[in-house]
């Protein structure tokens, strides 16, 4: 068995002695979705949360995780965050202000503490997976610690992916 490289979340969750499992998967640099994580790690994607990293006008930076298979509705994530609007945080602002790439963004362990807000669904499961904070790694964890952990606040901030 291989020594894991642990990660800014995962030194964190072990100080607070916060129990998770670790899912691996075989990152693909083509397709970082998490709809891809979900299937690689075989759980559904109403389970599998996606870290984004928000910019609003009056309170800087956020953090939302949502469901893998769902987008975020920047109107209502505006609303929810307490901005007049709100923007993605580009790529290449990322590693500089949280720590993390694209495809291995966590809601713990950055650079700063943001305001973090988690979609409501969260807690309708035991057990969901975010970003350890490297790409091919995710934390299973039970959602109702990791907002007690980030402080995160609970939101309705998403809309279905139309295809």
Same mark, same amino acid.
């Given at each position: ?17 916060? *129990? ?14 998490? !709809? ?7 759980? *559904?994607?109403?389970? !599998?949360?996606? =870290? ?62 943001? *305001? =973090? ?27 109702? =610690? ?10 309705? !901030? ?6």
């Amino acid at each position: 068995m291989s020594k894991i490289q642990k990660t800014n979340a995962m030194r964190q969750l072990d100080a607070a002695k916060i *129990p998770y499992e670790i899912m691996d998967y075989i990152p693909d640099e083509s397709d970082l979705s998490g !709809v891809h994580i979900a299937e690689q790690i075989g759980l *559904p994607c109403e389970q !599998v949360f996606k =870290t984004l990293v928000t910019r609003g006008d009056k309170n800087g930076i956020n953090v939302i995780c949502i469901p893998a298979h769902l987008e975020i509705d920047l109107k209502a994530a505006a609303q929810a965050t307490g901005n007049k609007s709100l923007s993605m945080l580009p790529t290449s602002e990322l590693l500089a202000n949280t720590g993390y790439i694209r495809g291995g963004c966590s809601p713990i362990g950055m650079k700063k503490k943001y *305001p =973090t807000y988690i979609d409501e669904s969260a807690v309708n499961y035991g057990k969901i997976t975010v970003s350890s904070g490297t790409r091919g790694m995710q934390l299973l964890l039970d959602p109702n =610690t990791l907002i007690k952990f980030t402080g995160a606040k609970l939101c309705s !901030v998403t809309v279905k992916i139309e295809k």
